[in-house]
């Protein structure tokens, strides 16, 4: 872990000691998997922790980070621990029969083995995977600032609920979303790198959602990397609240449309990957197979970290980190389970 990337606070202090957390993470996760659930019809589905390498299936981030693998001698194929449920989610809504306006949602458990350590990032990754049908005739960006608005509903009345428990934790989230996208951000705070922008624009307006992250903008670069596989690269997003334990901008979700057929086609050409058209789920997706969807993913831990006021996501998840990051987190008063 590098502590250059590390922000440990001055005067930190814990609000709840390692017992409570425990007890306040477990509300965390009830209450917003309760209200994620309700408030965009989404049913709990059972997922895999690995999938074939030769799916396509597995999610492939920003195309550089290496997924853990392993051969399993009865079945004599290499298996893939996912980096997320992305593609597997929109294969199985199909074969669940599910419909328009309903989806699934489930535990995603991933081991991201090339994380640059820091007090937002972890080899452990545990997160809500979700995914909802949509028609073509919704395919559209309000359906994406409808879901995003709804999303921060739910997390508020997580947030409410955690504070009748805990008074101590103030509510601090704005439930308003400010929408804006990566071409805007990179116009309105000119000079500034991609988390420069994010952080300036988290302070500046408390909650935005970032849209149009994965292609070139007007300067030739991406505000950020993505997959051209899952996401549109025209109706994606990431949700970023200002947090003031780190005085920082901290992204919450990153969601979008999927691909249909045509961006597919479109990214996979800019990305300057086509050979994955042969692959058996983008051969599904090309041959209108699989539903139009809706989907995301919103770190579990991440969400208890920013709702309890941590200053380290190892305050709240059991993982690894190097002896030394340990003594001076300890040192500041940040206890690392």
Request: proline content about 4%; some cysteine.
């Amino acid at each position: 872990m590098s502590m250059s990337t590390t922000q440990l606070p001055e005067h930190y202090r814990p609000l709840l000691d390692i017992m409570q957390t425990e007890i306040a993470i477990k509300l965390v996760k009830d209450t917003f998997e309760r209200e994620l659930a309700q408030k965009l019809h989404l049913t709990r589905v059972s997922a895999p922790l690995f999938v074939r390498r030769s799916s396509g299936i597995n999610d492939n981030l920003n195309g550089v980070e290496r997924p853990v693998s392993f051969d399993i001698a009865d079945i004599g194929e290499e298996v893939e621990i996912v980096h997320s449920l992305a593609k597997w989610k929109r294969v199985a809504l199909r074969r669940y029969g599910f419909g328009p306006n309903t989806g699934l949602y489930t535990d995603m458990n991933a081991i991201r083995r090339d994380e640059e350590l820091d007090n937002l990032h972890s080899v452990y990754v545990d997160q809500w995977d979700w995914e909802k049908i949509i028609t073509r005739e919704t395919r559209t960006e309000e359906t994406l600032r409808h879901t995003v608005r709804r999303i921060m509903r739910a997390l508020k009345e997580t947030e409410e609920a955690l504070h009748r428990a805990n008074p101590e934790i103030e509510p601090f989230i704005s439930e308003k979303v400010t929408f804006l996208t990566a071409e805007e951000l990179l116009q309105r705070y000119p000079g500034k790198t991609p988390k420069e922008r994010e952080n300036a624009a988290a302070r500046e307006f408390g909650t935005v959602f970032i849209m149009g992250i994965g292609g070139a903008l007007s300067d030739g670069k991406p505000h950020d990397g993505r997959a051209p596989d899952y996401d549109d690269w025209s109706l994606n997003g990431d949700i970023l609240v200002w947090y003031p334990v780190l005085e920082r901008a901290v992204e919450l979700s990153s969601m979008g449309i999927r691909v249909d057929g045509a961006s597919l086609r479109r990214q996979l050409e800019l990305a300057g990957c086509t050979e994955r058209e042969k692959l058996p789920y983008h051969q599904m997706l090309l041959h209108g197979e699989l539903p139009l969807t809706i989907g995301g993913g919103i770190g579990q831990s991440r969400l208890c970290m920013v709702l309890l006021h941590k200053a380290h996501i190892g305050e709240v998840q059991s993982s690894l980190w190097d002896e030394g990051m340990v003594e001076a987190c300890a040192e500041r008063g940040v206890i690392l389970l």
